[in-house]
């Protein structure tokens, strides 16, 4: 029969078809495969970035939740929804707030955490987010050996009886814990202070005053200190020598603390249980740590009494830190803006 020749150019032709459509398959397969990766990995990241959404937002409302000093709000705004209505001491507050912020300058205001650490805890937070140093007394001493000084060489047996605020603790076991207090005092004071960055520092607080048992110990650590230096003061009037400061013989000139003992039993071992600190401690805390304490008393708006010092009586180089309460029981952190 005959054969019918065909060009070369056609051949060709069938050749590559056939081989496109063994290539178009492996990239229909190809594609496929990448798509349903490339869908796969979106899905996977959509996931993981909603899982740590919300793990961040548990995070976060946690740490809120748990904060001892709450975020800045506005002055008038905090006024406003605390003193609703038109009583006579409604009025006197939204005034006195009004007050603060127009001639105080002070904008906006932290609430800190109403128990009777409060006002411990409004200082101590001010200290350590504005990186104030060490007192000049405590450079020079070591902290952690002052239970231990207190104990064996003044002999003063009775601080097993300390109490520590809320956990009403006494017992021989007293001297180790509050050295385990003072650890925490020095270490934490220590490296914040040494934090130059603000907004570190500032995180660094957060964290530290979310901590209850961290707070509960920074707290009993001052207490002690304070302890510590009435029985200082104490034992240099009972020498026959002046005291360091005048706000010693107002303290020991009270009945309920004429000597450190009933100091103790009937003033620290109720603070942070209680009661809060009171107009002396007040005194005391500002003297020891070397800050001059102003509490703006709202109470007391347009009187002579509004805004007072603690202690009276202080070195210029001291740094300021402000306070403001309503009823000098509960204190609030106020905040300045010019």
């Excluded at 060490?134 to 097993?160: A, T, V």
């Excluded at 207090?181 to 500032?202: F, H, P, Q, V, Y």
């Excluded at 509490?295 to 002579?304: C, D, I, K, P, S």
Aim: aromatic share 14%; net charge positive; proline share 3%.
């Amino acid at each position: 029969g005959r054969h019918e020749v065909r060009p070369w150019t056609t051949a060709t032709k069938q050749s590559l078809c056939l081989m496109w459509q063994k290539v178009k398959v492996q990239l229909m397969l190809s594609m496929s495969f990448l798509v349903a990766v490339f869908w796969y990995c979106r899905r996977l990241y959509s996931f993981l970035a909603q899982l740590l959404k919300r793990w961040s937002n548990y995070l976060q409302r946690k740490l809120i939740r748990n904060l001892s000093v709450l975020p800045e709000v506005d002055l008038l705004g905090y006024s406003a929804r605390e003193w609703k209505g038109e009583t006579k001491q409604a009025k006197h507050m939204r005034e006195a707030y009004e007050g603060l912020f127009w001639s105080c300058h002070i904008k906006y205001l932290r609430q800190v955490r109403r128990d009777n650490y409060c006002v411990l805890r409004a200082v101590l937070f001010q200290i350590f987010s504005q990186g104030i140093p060490f007192p000049s007394w405590m450079k020079e001493r070591d902290i952690l050996k002052l239970p231990e000084k207190l104990l064996y060489s003044q002999g003063c047996n009775w601080i097993q009886q300390y109490s520590f605020g809320p956990e009403r603790y006494t017992g021989p076991n007293a001297f180790g814990k509050l050295r385990k207090c003072m650890e925490t005092l020095k270490t934490n004071w220590t490296e914040i202070s040494a934090t130059k960055d603000n907004e570190e520092r500032g995180n660094m607080c957060n964290t530290l005053f979310s901590d209850e048992t961290k707070e509960h110990k920074l707290y009993e650590a001052i207490k002690f200190i304070m302890l510590y230096e009435v029985v200082e003061a104490y034992e240099q009037i009972k020498n026959g020598e002046e005291p360091i400061h005048n706000l010693f013989s107002l303290l020991f000139a009270r009945d309920s603390s004429s000597d450190p003992l009933s100091f103790m039993m009937n003033h620290l071992n109720s603070i942070g249980d209680s009661v809060c600190l009171d107009q002396v401690e007040l005194f005391l805390l500002g003297y020891l740590l070397e800050v001059k304490i102003r509490v703006y008393r709202l109470h007391r708006f347009n009187t002579e009494e509004f805004q007072v010092n603690y202690p009276d009586e202080y070195r210029r180089e001291w740094n300021e830190i402000s306070l403001l309460t309503e009823d000098d029981r509960y204190y609030n952190i106020p905040l300045f803006r010019t």
